[in-house]
């Protein structure tokens, strides 16, 4: 179950690509890879004076496999 309206699925490759254009936006920007070496975080958390959701990346907690349903 997903609690953000705006989530949509995403292939490994379209998050690593995500992860790599944010890393070239935001110097501050981390990474951490699984055991295996997929990423499975990628995070901005914001500017120091923001209050409230400043960052963007993302965070794996479940995989799923299939075949990816777009709506």
Known sequence: MNRYESFT???IDALHD???MLLERQSDATIRLDDRGIVERCVWVGEPTCMDN???GFL???WQ???L???
């Open 9 to 11: 699925p995403r292939t």
């Open 18 to 20: 995500e992860c790599s």
């Open 54 to 56: 400043c960052g963007e």
């Open 60 to 62: 794996l907690r479940t």
């Open 65 to 67: 496999f299939g075949p």
């Open 69 to 71: 349903e777009v709506p």
